[in-house]
């Protein structure tokens, strides 16, 4: 990592991520938005309030509802010079542009003998929480994270927003950007201009001895609460913040799960081909004489979400669940 | 011949000899092709001819400048060679070696070469329209007079980011030119079981901007038509449709015998063969027979050193399968 971050400053998720995007439009005149109602609206969820007003229609551009031109076109221009960051608002209707993502940005520079780059960000709002239902709720990280040639992203903390951004944006890569909804009020430290956070890299958000959970986005809050809480009766977890999920830094996640032997993935999105289930499978093939209890998975069950809050939140993995499922590790 | 002749009167005898000439580099290029495809010379089983169709990418690509850019699809080996593709980058592409146009590849469905502004083929039917679309936009967000074409059949005009596409282009008025190479066939389904308004120019109608119905065969026709639609687009007049109508000769691919096709249909497109027609048009303006020899012998000479070349070129190697999968490379990737 490099950069700073403030003592003093706090800031939202939200908040963070605008100051990423201001920043690398003044810095590079090629950082362009386009999306639906990323302009005149400042964006479904206001992450780009404001940088219509600051950067003008030329680089702030308000799309019709069309998701496969959307992320096409950011790919034709990222082709010509561009750096475009485009707005799906939500993870749901990517599905409209899967094409453009998966056989034509995530393959351009492969295919094409490395003649052209794709260095565009496609920022995505995913996730529960707001009884948005089963087509506003989705999370479908392990789809992309599926397809080699894309770099997926998905960070906690407004200071690893702001830097994972800014390095997407700089990126020649495409990069799929997942911001998960409940994130977007959270506070925390703020970065300044210089902070950028390597894609590809994990952090540890707490150390501990006795066991390792594994996830990322939203969970990351919800396993440190679990940590916190488990802490008090002597059970000291160590928490990987994944941040990015394509490529995967295996390497912190093997470094922590051989120093702990017990591992637990945790995720929001349901379970059968998730990534829990490849995260998993690795820690086992490599270490399997070491571990001592087998590799745990907790996540959504594999259900449609349903709109009816109550129904939603028993459905996904909370602070009291992982609290079990660290106890029946620690018992196996 | 009194239409030929009154032709003639807007161009010259060269631009007429040029564009024979292109065409006849492309309808020879895919005969040397699929004579390969047959041997089992070619690195990859899928690959599909445009002869027939050669009007269509000679005529536009005449009208275009250097900076401009170009997508074009899966029957692409006439638009890649009409951009001013190399010989040489085809035929070593098509037989997998390192010094193809994608480092062998991509063959024959993904050409490409970013010197000459050519953004690649695509084999996702449409899947390239919104690439030229975008890179129209950014040609006209930084106030450049890069015009962008976009290739693709009439398959393409039935899939929905073609909508999204042209409308998009049509609201910002971006400067790219949609060609529809409507050969009438999307594979098997004919072009009145795909569409309820055959007419390009009146689909144009309903995105408010200008389309026209072309005569594909025709060359001189289609470069007319090319040049007005560029013309417009690079003064910022936005996008335009241009339904370019033709005809695939051979099936849709090696193993398409053509039966959902009539022979009497397949008869009548034949004997409006494009180098047939420019052809007679050579003759009825003077050209003497031994300048389209000449022509055809220097073609068969660039199409054997081509072949040369791409067999003295080293076989695309399993040790570099790996590179590219990203540009910007991480310390975790495989």
């Known amino acids: ?332 | 011949m009194s239409v030929f002749d009154q032709d003639t009167r807007i161009v010259d005898v060269s631009t007429l000899v040029r564009l024979y000439r292109g065409m006849v580099r492309i309808r020879r290029a895919e005969e040397r092709i699929l004579e390969l495809l047959l041997q089992n010379r070619l690195s990859s089983t899928m690959c599909h001819v445009s002869i027939g169709q050669e009007a269509v990418a000679v005529g536009v690509c005449d009208v275009l400048r250097p900076e401009d850019y170009v997508t074009s699809t899966h029957r692409g080996h006439g638009h890649f060679l009409a951009r001013g593709g190399a010989m040489s980058a085809l035929m070593a592409e098509l037989m997998g070696r390192e010094t193809g146009a994608c480092r062998g590849r991509g063959s024959s469905m993904h050409l490409v070469d970013a010197s000459i502004g050519h953004l690649g083929s695509n084999a996702i039917v449409g899947g390239h329209i919104p690439i030229a679309t975008g890179a129209a936009l950014w040609s006209s967000l930084t106030g450049q007079s890069r015009v962008a074409v976009s290739f693709f059949g009439d398959g393409a005009t039935t899939e929905g980011i073609f909508h999204e596409a042209v409308n998009f282009a049509a609201v910002r008025g971006l400067p790219v030119v949609f060609v529809i190479e409507n050969n009438h066939y999307a594979m098997s389904l004919p072009w009145e079981r795909a569409t309820a308004q055959p007419s390009v120019a009146r689909k144009a109608e309903g995105y408010g901007i200008i389309g026209v119905d072309v005569d594909g065969q025709d060359v001189l026709a289609v470069r007319e038509a090319a040049d007005q639609a560029v013309s417009r687009a690079r003064r910022g007049e936005g996008p335009t449709l241009l339904g370019v109508e033709t005809y695939r000769f051979l099936g849709h691919s090696r193993g398409d015998p053509s039966t959902y096709r009539d022979r009497e249909e397949e008869q009548r497109w034949h004997a409006r063969d494009p180098l047939l027609l420019e052809k007679i048009r050579l003759s009825a303006a003077g050209v003497a027979g031994d300048v389209t020899e000449s022509l055809e012998r220097e073609i068969e000479a660039e199409i054997v050193a081509a072949m040369e070349f791409a067999e003295a070129g080293p076989i695309a190697s399993v040790d570099e399968v790996f590179s590219d999968i990203y540009a910007t490379p991480l310390g975790g990737d495989q």
């Open chain 1, 1 to 332: 990592m490099t950069g700073t971050l403030s003592s003093a400053r706090t800031v939202s998720f939200r908040d963070a991520l605008r100051e990423a995007l201001h920043e690398e439009m003044e810095a590079d005149e090629s950082v362009i938005l386009l999306g639906e109602d990323v302009g005149r609206y400042g964006g479904a969820y206001a992450v780009s309030r404001g940088l219509l007003e600051r950067f003008g229609e030329r680089r702030v551009i308000d799309t019709p509802m069309s998701e496969a031109l959307i992320v096409g076109a950011a790919l034709g221009a990222a082709m010509v010079g561009a750096r475009p960051v485009a707005e799906i608002m939500y993870m749901d209707f990517v599905t409209l542009a899967m094409d453009n993502l998966v056989n034509q940005a995530a393959k351009v520079h492969y295919m094409f003998g490395g003649q052209f780059n794709a260095p565009l960000v496609v920022r995505v709002q995913q996730g529960t929480g707001r009884g948005a239902g089963s087509q506003h709720s989705q999370s479908l990280e392990g789809w992309f994270a599926h397809v080699p040639g894309l770099k997926v992203v998905a960070p906690s903390t407004p200071a690893d927003a702001k830097g994972l951004l800014k390095a997407a944006i700089r990126d020649n890569d495409p990069v799929l950007f997942i911001e998960h909804k409940g994130l977007y009020p959270r506070k925390g430290a703020a970065a300044e201009v210089d902070h950028v956070v390597p894609l590809g890299v994990a952090d540890v958000k707490r150390t501990g001895t006795d066991v390792t959970i594994v996830t990322w986005s939203n969970h990351v809050h919800i396993a440190l609460e679990a940590a916190e809480r488990l802490s008090a009766d002597g059970v000291s977890v160590e928490v990987v913040d994944m941040r990015c999920l394509a490529p995967l830094d295996m390497t912190t996640v093997l470094d922590s799960a051989g120093s702990t032997r017990r591992v637990l993935v945790l995720h929001e999105a349901c379970r059968t081909g998730g990534l829990g289930a490849e995260i998993a499978a690795t820690v086992g093939e490599q270490l399997f004489g070491e571990l001592a209890a087998p590799v745990r998975r907790l996540t959504a069950p594999d259900v449609v979400l349903p709109a009816h809050t109550e129904l939603e939140r028993t459905l996904i993995p909370d602070v009291e669940d992982v609290v079990l499922a660290v106890r029946d590790l620690l018992s196996s």
